[in-house]
Every structure is written in C-alpha cells, then in structure tokens.
C-alpha cells in the first residue's frame, strides 16, 4: 500500500514574517502526519512534536507532489521505529512529526545549508531534514563546513539514526508503474545519501561505525532475513559493508564469523553485484590494477577460514543451480538471470587472489603450524584449480540447459569465468613480482585440467552444430572445401557463428597449448581439430576466428605431443590446405565481388608450420631422430615441396608489403634545425 493512502495531513499556515523565514532558511515547514494506522511516536532527533495551535486545519490526502517530498518510503517507517516510544496495543494513532521540503527547488546554496546544518546542530532541525537537504546540495561546500557537517554526521547518536534508515526496506513500486533510477534516488533520498556518506565519505565517520559493533551487526542482519530483499536496498546496505571491508577488515570480518550461516546467505543474494563483489573482499582488498597484475591487499586469514570452511564454491553452484532450474521453470526474470552471470565471475575473483597468495608456513608467517594447516585447506578449497568439483558442475549445468536454451547464458557464463580465470594464471606465472610469480608456479592445474578435458565432446557436439559435415570431414579434399571462384559467386547473406561458440574455442586453446596425455587423447578422438578448422572454411570472415584458430594450431605445433602434430598435419591436412588457400589468394581476380579475407591468417599460419619444420630438422639431427616426425610420410613429398615454396617466396613479399609503412617510407629525421638553415650565414645562432 502506498505511502500516500495511508497518510492523511494537515498543514499549518506560515507566517511572512521574515524572521522565520530567515531561521527556517526559506525551505523547511513543519509538517505533522496523522497516519490511520498505528505508528510509534517518535521522540529526540528524528522529528520534533509540536504544541498544537488554535489555527484551523483541513484535513485532506497527500496530493502526489507532497507525498513525494515527504518523509515517505523507508525514512518514514524507519522514523517510526527509532528512539520512540511503542504506543499501546490497539490504542489510537499517535501524531508522528518530521520535516519536509517546502517545494523541489533547484538547488540549495552553501549559505542556505550553513543555516540548517546550524538548526540540525542545536537540535532545532531534524537529522532526516538535513540528509534530504544534502540531496539536493549542488555546490561543493568550503572546507570548515564540510568537516563540521562530517563531524556532526559521526556522532554516535546520528550514526543510530542514519544506520536504521539504510537498512529500513525502501517502499514499494506503485503497481503498474516502472520508476526511473532517477525517481527512486528522489523518493528514498535519505537512505541514498546515507550510503553514500557511509560508503564514500571520509575514513573518520567508517572508522566511528566500525568502533561501534552494535552498529555494524545491523548491517550484517540485514542479509539474515530468509525472504527475498530489497535490490535498491541491498545494494546500499553492500556498499557500505564493502567500504567497512576495505578501512576495517579485521572488525568486519570477526562480526561476520559470528553470524551464522552468513557466507550461504550472501551467495542467494548473487544476483545483486555489490553482494558478489563482497566475498572476494573478505579474502583481500582490491587494487585499481587488480584483476591484470594479480596484485590484492594483504590476506585476511579470519577471511580466508570464513571462506574456506564454508565452502563457498559449493554453496555459489547450489545458488547457480536453483537459478537455472527457476530461469528454465518460469521463464528469465532479473535475479535468475544476473544470479547466472556474477557466480561464475564471484568463483574466478576468489580463484585469482587463492592462487596469488603462497600457502603459510610456520617459519614466515608466525603462525603455528595447525593454523597453517587451517589456512592451507581453506586456501585449497577456494582455488578452483585445486578443487574443480563446485565450477565444473556449473559447466555440466550449463551444457545440459544449452540444449533447450537457445541464448546458452549459463553456458556462456562459466565458459567466461574459467577464461578469465585460466588467463589470470597465464599472467600471474609472469608476473614481475617474485612473490606473485612464485606462487601461482606452485599451482596444480592437473585436477582442473582433468575434468575440463572430459566435456570435451560435449563442447566439440556444440562447435559442430554450425558446421556443414563436407567442410571438416577428413575424407574429403580439402579443395572442395575452398568453394569455387568467387568470381561467380553472388554476395550470400552471411551465417553468424555466435560469441558463445567463440568462447568455446578460446577455452580450447588453453587445452590445446597444456596437451597432457589424457587431453591431447580426447581431443584427437573428438576431432576437435577438424571442426575447428572447419569453421575456419566456412566462417572465413571471421577475423576473431581466425586469430583464435590460428592460436589453437600454433599452441599444438610448439607443444610436445606428437598425437596433436600429426591430428594437424594429416587429419586436417594443414599444408594442403595452406598450399590451396595461398593460390586462390593469388589467383583472386582485383575484380571479384567479395575477395578472400584470411591473407594475415595464411601468412601467421604458414610461419608456425615453417618454425615447426625447422624445429623438427633439428630434432632429427639429435638422439637419432627419436623425437622427430617423418613430415614427407604424413603430407606427401608433393604437397611439403609446393608449402616450402610458398614460404620461401610468397610469405617473405608479403612480410615486406605489411611491414612497409602506409604512404610509403618514413621520410629521415632532420639532424639540424631548420631555424638554422634560414638564418643568415654570419650568424651563429646557440
């Protein structure tokens, strides 16, 4: 029910005497609500009951402009709960009082706010008048009135006041009306500057909060209820928990623990962002350059055994799980469908900084060794890499609702995160940091990388889905995969591969270039090759195609497994591929509709395959060839001798032809100055 039905006022007649105008500061009347309901009344700082007066007063409803800028929303109930007086049971309504602007004006100017901030400090103007009033502040406030409005703010009994009103339940959306973000801000304006002063004000008024537990339990309650909440407020109550994370993780994080089952309770609430970006936060701050150097704030070991123990992983693909069955049951709504995308993303934010962080040792971290011991379980069971159970169940989740969802989100969701995940441990082995590096070099990818490999079929089946069986089918000569001239070929509406697929392939990558036995044997067996070099044929204008099929032929030519060089060269058949593709390129009339669009690509590819014959030369000359492959048996003395000419010839001009400058060659730099050569010749100039 709305505010406003609920709500009867009535107002009293303000004087012109410019006095009182000039006390009030020219925006604030008293405003007195007489709900129909029963309402606590409310004593001390948030309103301030008036005597009553012998001026007849109307009693009508709140019109909508008055509603809007009254205490209404969750300011109004919360003003009914603190600090007042519980009326009796089923007694009359008790008049509640507060103040409210007198119209929505433009803007409040630092003189007019110097005034009420005055009237909030000698308890004459209420702390919800001058939180409202701070709403509508557009000018940056000089340096002594900002400290004391801080200053006022951090008093503890201000503090009570502005920690209910956050976590007050922010007042229903009328039925039938979608409100802009614009409007909520307007009609829950208290609470809104409340968690931006809480969140994003001076250290002073957290560091206040966080000495006061009472205080920061509120906050914490407020993800304990067991029905849906608030997303307006969630988010608010999470922002202000963030910052209290990121001044005070040690107090922060000690409350939490005390609270049971708050970890599984935070992981319902995923679909809200500032909620998944919290449980990373209680494993370690973040940095502005985090996510790409790998570098977190100091580990917070209360943190990492609250993780850890509650085994978050596992609690995030339960919620992962529900959100899928629900979004598959009742079609997509906002949490089913932002639950999906922040959990795979909240399991790869606590894998980067479980995997950046050294396991703790007695002898360096003072600590004795059955807490290392604690710490070092909890750390493996939040690096995915060492317990791959929890994020590869979201995968099987993902590929089993692939079939009937046509958008794939839960696929594309956890494909992303392991992505994102696997080139952060790329990054990391690099890392300038010797501590960084070090620690992710210790990291075993081989349980992760073994139950990865066996969904290979399974995303091979998804990668074939777009592929015309003429195209990969190993029987066929590759020269009626090419297509004919395109000459006579009309421009065709062209097929889209999907973003979905491509992540796929971007994830194989990473398979192809690791290529431990058990994978490399999946990945011949699933002729994962051919379909990705089938798409490649068909897709031909697909320049993140290209790149990505190029990046899987180069890992698997550098690598060390035999199985995977000869699926490349024989299976596929890449040098007879090459050796085609390179004449219809030259061959390609200037004329035609639509000319060939992988000349980079020949040209990437046909060096990883050049550098790859050097390398296995060399291997022959060693160990008695041992290590070497017979390249003739496998293509043919044919197609190796039309490739060797390509490389030798056509790949060197074009090397030349991309590397000249657009324009022609870079004119020399001049050595002397032109103001020289003007001047005349019996001045020296210095």
């Given at each position: 029910?709305?505010?406003?039905?609920?709500?009867?006022?009535?107002?009293?007649?303000?004087?012109?005497?410019?006095?009182?105008?000039?006390?009030?500061?020219?925006?604030?009347?008293?405003?007195?609500?007489?709900?129909?309901?029963?309402?606590?009344?409310?004593?001390?700082?948030?309103?301030?009951?008036?005597?009553?007066?012998?001026?007849?007063?109307?009693?009508?409803?709140?019109?909508?402009?008055?509603?809007?800028?009254?205490?209404?929303?969750?300011?109004?109930?919360?003003?009914?709960?603190?600090?007042?007086?519980?009326?009796?049971?089923?007694?009359?309504?008790?008049?509640?009082?507060?103040?409210?602007?007198?119209?929505?004006?433009?803007?409040?100017?630092?003189?007019?706010?110097?005034?009420?901030?005055?009237?909030?400090?000698?308890?004459?103007?209420?702390?919800?008048?001058?939180?409202?009033?701070?709403?509508?502040?557009?000018?940056?406030?000089?340096?002594?009135?900002?400290?004391?409005?801080?200053?006022?703010?951090?008093?503890?009994?201000?503090?009570?006041?502005?920690?209910?009103?956050?976590?007050?339940?922010?007042?229903?959306?009328?039925?039938?009306?979608?409100?802009?973000?614009?409007?909520?801000?307007?009609?829950?304006?208290?609470?809104?500057?409340?968690?931006?002063?809480?969140?994003?004000?001076?250290?002073?008024?957290?560091?206040?909060?966080?000495?006061?537990?009472?205080?920061?339990?509120?906050?914490?309650?407020?993800f304990d209820s067991c029905d849906d909440l608030h997303a307006v407020g969630t988010v608010r109550v999470s922002r202000v928990v963030f910052a209290l994370l990121n001044d005070s993780p040690l107090e922060t994080i000690r409350l939490m623990t005390k609270r049971k089952n708050f970890v599984k309770n935070l992981t319902t609430r995923l679909y809200s962002v500032p909620v998944a970006e919290l449980l990373p936060q209680m494993f370690s701050t973040s940095k502005p350059d985090s996510l790409s150097s790998l570098r977190f704030g100091a580990p917070n070991i209360e943190?990492?055994?609250?993780?850890?123990?509650?085994?978050?992983?596992?609690?995030?693909?339960?919620?992962?799980?529900?959100?899928?069955?629900?979004?598959?049951?009742?079609?997509?709504?906002?949490?089913?469908?932002?639950?999906?995308?922040?959990?795979?993303?909240?399991?790869?934010?606590?894998?980067?900084?479980?995997?950046?962080?050294?396991?703790?040792?007695?002898?360096?971290?003072?600590?004795?060794?059955?807490?290392?011991?604690?710490?070092?379980?909890?750390?493996?069971?939040?690096?995915?890499?060492?317990?791959?159970?929890?994020?590869?169940?979201?995968?099987?989740v993902g590929l089993a609702a692939s079939k009937a969802d046509p958008n794939r989100r839960c696929l594309r969701a956890v494909v992303n995160a392991i992505i994102d995940t696997l080139f952060a441990y790329h990054s990391g082995i690099k890392s300038p940091s010797p501590g960084i590096s070090r620690a992710v070099q210790s990291v075993n990818l081989d349980p992760f990388e073994d139950k990865l490999g066996l969904r290979i079929p399974a995303l091979t089946a998804i990668l074939r889905e777009s592929l015309d069986r003429r195209a990969f089918d190993s029987n066929t000569?590759?020269?009626?995969?090419?297509?004919?001239?395109?000459?006579?070929?009309?421009?065709?509406?062209?097929?889209?591969?999907?973003?979905?697929?491509?992540?796929?392939?971007?994830?194989?990558?990473?398979?192809?270039?690791?290529?431990?036995?058990?994978?490399?044997?999946?990945?011949?067996?699933?002729?994962?090759?051919?379909?990705?070099?089938?798409?490649?044929?068909?897709?031909?204008?697909?320049?993140?195609?290209?790149?990505?099929?190029?990046?899987?032929?180069?890992?698997?030519?550098?690598?060390?497994?035999?199985?995977?060089?000869?699926?490349?060269?024989?299976?596929?058949?890449?040098?007879?591929?090459?050796?085609?593709?390179?004449?219809?390129?030259?061959?390609?009339?200037?004329?035609?509709?639509?000319?060939?669009?992988?000349?980079?690509?020949?040209?990437?590819?046909?060096?990883?395959?050049?550098?790859?014959?050097?390398?296995?030369?060399?291997?022959?000359?060693?160990?008695?060839?041992?290590?070497?492959?017979?390249?003739?048996?496998?293509?043919?003395?044919?197609?190796?001798?039309?490739?060797?000419?390509?490389?030798?010839?056509?790949?060197?001009?074009?090397?030349?032809?991309?590397?000249?400058?657009?324009?022609?060659?870079?004119?020399?730099?001049?050595?002397?100055?032109?103001?020289?050569?003007?001047?005349?010749?019996?001045?020296?100039?210095?």
């Amino acid at each position: 029910v709305n505010m406003a039905s609920r709500v009867s006022t009535t107002r009293e007649e303000v004087s012109d005497n410019n006095n009182d105008k000039k006390k009030q500061g020219g925006f604030l009347r008293r405003v007195r609500n007489r709900t129909i309901d029963t309402l606590d009344s409310v004593k001390g700082s948030i309103a301030f009951p008036q005597r009553k007066t012998s001026v007849n007063m109307e009693r009508s409803s709140v019109d909508s402009k008055l509603a809007r800028m009254s205490l209404g929303g969750g300011a109004a109930r919360a003003s009914s709960d603190i600090g007042g007086r519980e009326s009796g049971g089923g007694a009359e309504a008790q008049p509640r009082f507060s103040y409210a602007l007198d119209e929505i004006p433009q803007s409040v100017k630092t003189k007019e706010f110097k005034e009420i901030l005055s009237n909030a400090k000698a308890g004459k103007t209420s702390v919800v008048a001058l939180l409202e009033t701070m709403f509508l502040l557009e000018e940056n406030l000089p340096g002594d009135v900002y400290v004391q409005l801080f200053k006022f703010l951090s008093r503890l009994k201000n503090l009570r006041i502005m920690v209910k009103l956050l976590v007050t339940t922010p007042m229903p959306e009328d039925s039938g009306n979608s409100m802009s973000e614009a409007d909520v801000r307007l009609r829950e304006r208290s609470p809104y500057v409340v968690s931006m002063v809480l969140s994003s004000g001076p250290y002073q008024i957290r560091r206040v909060l966080s000495l006061n537990p009472a205080l920061i339990e509120q906050l914490l309650k407020y993800f304990d209820s067991c029905d849906d909440l608030h997303a307006v407020g969630t988010v608010r109550v999470s922002r202000v928990v963030f910052a209290l994370l990121n001044d005070s993780p040690l107090e922060t994080i000690r409350l939490m623990t005390k609270r049971k089952n708050f970890v599984k309770n935070l992981t319902t609430r995923l679909y809200s962002v500032p909620v998944a970006e919290l449980l990373p936060q209680m494993f370690s701050t973040s940095k502005p350059d985090s996510l790409s150097s790998l570098r977190f704030g100091a580990p917070n070991i209360e943190g990492i055994l609250l993780l850890g123990e509650a085994r978050v992983h596992e609690l995030i693909a339960d919620a992962f799980e529900l959100a899928e069955q629900d979004r598959a049951e009742n079609g997509e709504s906002y949490k089913s469908v932002a639950l999906i995308e922040n959990g795979p993303r909240c399991i790869g934010a606590l894998t980067m900084r479980a995997m950046a962080t050294s396991h703790f040792e007695p002898e360096t971290s003072n600590l004795d060794r059955l807490m290392c011991k604690r710490l070092n379980a909890a750390l493996d069971l939040i690096n995915i890499f060492h317990q791959p159970e929890p994020l590869i169940r979201m995968l099987d989740v993902g590929l089993a609702a692939s079939k009937a969802d046509p958008n794939r989100r839960c696929l594309r969701a956890v494909v992303n995160a392991i992505i994102d995940t696997l080139f952060a441990y790329h990054s990391g082995i690099k890392s300038p940091s010797p501590g960084i590096s070090r620690a992710v070099q210790s990291v075993n990818l081989d349980p992760f990388e073994d139950k990865l490999g066996l969904r290979i079929p399974a995303l091979t089946a998804i990668l074939r889905e777009s592929l015309d069986r003429r195209a990969f089918d190993s029987n066929t000569a590759p020269s009626s995969a090419a297509g004919t001239s395109s000459e006579s070929r009309p421009i065709q509406p062209r097929e889209q591969l999907g973003s979905v697929k491509l992540k796929v392939i971007e994830m194989l990558v990473f398979l192809f270039a690791f290529q431990t036995t058990e994978t490399v044997q999946l990945l011949v067996e699933s002729e994962t090759p051919q379909v990705i070099f089938g798409l490649f044929l068909r897709f031909q204008w697909n320049n993140m195609l290209q790149n990505l099929v190029a990046m899987s032929i180069e890992a698997s030519l550098i690598g060390r497994d035999k199985k995977l060089k000869i699926a490349w060269l024989k299976s596929v058949g890449l040098m007879q591929h090459l050796v085609e593709l390179w004449a219809r390129a030259q061959n390609e009339p200037e004329h035609v509709v639509e000319p060939v669009a992988y000349r980079g690509w020949l040209i990437r590819v046909s060096k990883a395959v050049d550098g790859f014959l050097v390398r296995n030369a060399e291997a022959a000359s060693r160990n008695g060839g041992a290590d070497a492959l017979d390249v003739t048996a496998l293509v043919g003395a044919a197609v190796l001798s039309e490739f060797e000419k390509i490389e030798t010839v056509e790949v060197e001009k074009f090397e030349r032809m991309e590397s000249t400058p657009l324009g022609g060659d870079e004119l020399p730099k001049r050595t002397v100055s032109i103001l020289r050569n003007l001047a005349p010749a019996e001045q020296v100039l210095i």
